[in-house]
Structures are given as structure tokens and as C-alpha cells.
């Protein structure tokens, strides 16, 4: 027995001698990893200055020629800009598999933890976990929603309410990791979050009273509302973003959002009118909150606060979607002037 237990331990032994060795080339390859990262970074540094400085002789050759006829050099200049453009797309690729600093909201929130991933398959997958954390917690705040306008108690009121708040806390910090990887979120969303954790917040403070009984009501058909749209948006966007990523239009790391983006062009018809109701619901609400901390009867101050970021939200969201419709509006026209130029340059020098 005693002579097994021996073998055993030196058996041991050597393995723990050859496990020492894998760690230290494991050391060794983490220190080049990062000397390599390092050297990759100011590379593109780099890179980014000179197609800057490259961009800008361009706009004032540009603005020289605008006058002139010829055709061959304004093809040329055109087709140096559209070269200009995919090199700035290659190096948000390169970029995504470097480390980012942490923003100043992650840095209050978790220090100085490095939470940039490495390999575009854990990024992704990181991504597809934030969906479906969505998802889920949507569904879960719906069923709550639908219990509530049932369940009249304040301590069920205030379980959904605080379920809200700790919803949009985890969402800020986490698309602010997804920002770290190499997502492309638009401010406002992350801006709408933290507001709609503030919003959230101030219904659960709001005291059982004259005021929280008369908006209750509304409020919870609003919330079944922003949920079920939440859904359908959910399952129209990842079926969009699959279709778009396919065919190499989209980022691996683009995520759905609780609005209207232009790679939704398609669906504007079918998803922009219910935005919309949604939209008017909010302007709604801010109107209903302002007549009602009008009454007499009315003395908290949640009050006028819920009307004043209600509003907020309103002009927020209904800028972005104007804002997008426009960008697209303007993308599509420059589109079809420059493939008017092109065709028309083309058939000018066959018949020559």
C-alpha cells in the first residue's frame, strides 16, 4: 500500500513538472500577445493619421476640380475616396480584437477590470447573451404587467417597479461592455436606458397616494405596451441582423434596439407606425403628469419629474428615428446621383 501511494506521488510529480513548463509558455505567449497588441494599436495609429492627411488632400483637389470637366480625374478622386472609406472599415475590424479602456461609467462600476475579449467568437457569444437577457427579462416584465393590472397591492406594484430598475441598471453596464468589444450602440439608447433606470426609480419612491393611483393605470397599459413592441422588435431585428450579417452587410457585435436603425429600412412600414404609437404614448403620458400635477390635490414632486422625462424621451427617440430616416433618405439619393455619374461617364467613353 505504502509503495502504491509513492508511485503514485512521483507519478504526480512529473506531471506537475510538465504542467510548470505549459504555464511558463503560457506566460511567455501572454507577454507577446501584449507586446503585439501594443504594436498593433499604434500601427493603426498610424495607419489612421496618414489616411486622415490622405482624406484631406483629397476634399482639396476635390473642391479645386469641382468646376472642371474632367471626367477621368473626378472618377479617380472618387474612386480613391471610396478606397479612403473601406480602409476606416478595415480598421474598426482590426480594432475589434485589440483591448479597449474602460469608459469613465465602467471604471466607477468595476474598476479597472480588463473586460475586452479576445477572440470574436466570445464576443459574439457575449453579445447573444445580452439578446437573450433581454429576451427574457422583457417577457418576465410583461407577465408582471399583466398581474398588476389585476393585482392591486403596492407591494406587487413595487416588486415590477423595482424589477425595472434593476432591468436597465444591468442593461447600461452591460452595452457599455459590448461598446468595450466592438459593438456600435448609438448614445441614445445607452443615454434612454439611463433615464428609463431614473424614470423607474421614482415610481418606486412615488408615495401611495391621490397622484400614483390616478397615472397607475395608465402607466401599466404603457408598460404592456413598450413590452409587447419590445418583442416583436426583438424577433424582427435578430431575424433581420442574421439575414444581414449572412451576407457580410452587418457587424458580428450589432444589437437590437428599442427603436428604429437603418439597416431596418425594410421594415419601416410594418415597425416605424407602432414606434410611433409608442412615441405618442410617452408625449402622452408627459401630458397627463403635467395636467395632473396641476390638481390641488396633488403635492409630490415625482409628479412634475415623471412628466419632465417623459417628455425627454419623446423628443429623444422621435429625433434619433427622424434623424435616422433622414441619414437614409440622403444615403439613398447620393447613391443614385453618383450611379447616374457613373453610368453616364461610362456610356460617355464607349461612344468615344
Known sequence: MEGCVLEEWNELEKEFLRLEEDHRAYGLLV?????????????????????KQISDTIRAIGGRTRSTSDAELKEQLADLELKVSRRKDQFRELEDTLPHENGPYLKVILG??????????????????????????????????????????????????????????????????????????????????????????IILIWPDGFSYHAFRHQFVAFSLYLNLIQMVQYYYQSGSLYRLRALGERSGMDLTVEGFQSWMWTGLTFLLPLLIIGYMFQLYNAYVLYELSLDPQCHEWQVIALSAIFLILFLGNTFTVSAVL?????????????LAWKNKYHFNNKTE
Open 112 to 201: 479597472s477590470v480588463n473586460v475586452s475579449l479576445i477572440s470574436k467568437q466570445d464576443k459574439y457569444k457575449y453579445k447573444e447573451d445580452y439578446e437573450r437577457f433581454k429576451l427574457y427579462v422583457t417577457i418576465v416584465v410583461f407577465v408582471l404587467a399583466l398581474s398588476i393590472s389585476f393585482v392591486r397591492y403596492r407591494f406587487t406594484d413595487a416588486v415590477f417597479q423595482f424589477t425595472l430598475v434593476w432591468y436597465y441598471c444591468t442593461l447600461t453596464i452591460r452595452e457599455h461592455i459590448l461598446r468595450v468589444n466592438g459593438s456600435r450602440i448609438k448614445d441614445w439608447w445607452i443615454i434612454h436606458h439611463f433615464i428609463s433606470t431614473a424614470a423607474a426609480g
Open 31 to 51: 507577454n507577446q500577445l501584449r507586446d503585439a497588441q501594443k504594436r498593433c494599436a499604434s500601427a493603426i495609429a498610424h495607419q489612421r493619421y496618414r489616411v
Open 326 to 338: 433622414r441619414q437614409k433618405i440622403r444615403q439613398k439619393l447620393k447613391e443614385n446621383v453618383k
